[in-house]
């Protein structure tokens, strides 16, 4: 079965960086896109970014772009989602999910929390 | 990228239908049918619930039904039974981006 595993979370001082990651498994982790999605304490879902399936194209959310990075490495089954310049508006929990090749989240992980707070 | 509308709460009985309504632009809902809705109980990941306007995944009960006219979809479930009970959000792709809805908060009463 499909499986998606953050991690990563934790606290971060303004300014900092992070760089959390997912572990998928029980699908063909190379052949598919991969998305970022974050919620805020007690928010909505925010999407945050998208990489497809050969890694060659990333779109990223107006308020995150020039600050945070979308990567995978096939060879692991890992996406990465590299973030700088952290500020309290930053502070969500996490998901990754996968692309259903409809431009849909077919799947989710259970999420990873960090929180900018000096 | 603006998020999408949606009402803040809507409720119903055991049995009842309800209609969750979710309005974008002409440049995300009204541009594709690639909308797409999703169920989070409190605590848990989001799960996929409509895609492409209509189409249900697979496990999803046929009480679950999506549509869309110009720039607003809409998610209804008749049959309300409690375990429905949890808020519901709207997506839609926008062209080189997602853009979601604020969510909604289904209660059964």
């Known amino acids: 079965q499909v499986q998606l595993v953050e991690s990563g979370g934790g606290v971060v001082q303004p300014g900092g960086s992070l760089r959390l990651s997912c572990a998928a498994s029980?699908?063909?982790?190379?052949?598919?896109?991969m998305h970022w999605v974050r919620q805020a304490p007690g928010k909505g879902l925010e999407w945050v970014a998208f990489i497809n399936f050969a890694g060659e194209t990333k779109y990223y959310a107006e308020s995150v772009r020039g600050r945070f990075t979308i990567s995978r490495d096939d060879s692991k089954n890992m996406l990465f989602l590299q973030v700088n310049s952290l500020t309290a508006d930053d502070t969500a929990v996490y998901y990754c999910?996968?692309?259903?090749?409809?431009?849909?989240?077919?799947?989710w992980g259970q999420g990873t929390l960090f929180t900018v707070s000096s | 990228q603006s998020a999408l509308t949606q009402p803040r709460s809507v409720s119903g009985s055991p049995g009842q239908s309800v209609t969750i309504s979710c309005t974008g632009t002409?440049?995300?809902?009204?541009?594709?049918?690639?909308v797409s809705w999703y169920q989070q109980h409190p605590g848990k990941a989001p799960k996929l619930m409509i895609y492409?306007?209509?189409r249900r995944p697979s496990g999803v009960p046929d009480r679950f039904s999506g549509s869309k006219s110009a720039n607003t979809a809409s998610l209804t479930i008749s049959g309300l039974q409690g375990e429905d009970e949890a808020d519901y959000y709207c997506?839609?792709?926008?062209?080189?981006?997602?853009?979601f809805g604020g969510g909604t908060k289904l209660t059964v009463l």
């Open positions: 492409d306007v209509t």
């Open positions: 999910a996968r692309d259903g090749n409809n431009w849909d989240l077919d799947f």
């Open positions: 029980g699908f063909t982790f190379r052949t598919y896109g």
């Open positions: 002409s440049s995300d809902v009204g541009a594709y049918n690639f």
């Open positions: 997506s839609s792709y926008a062209g080189r981006s997602w853009v």
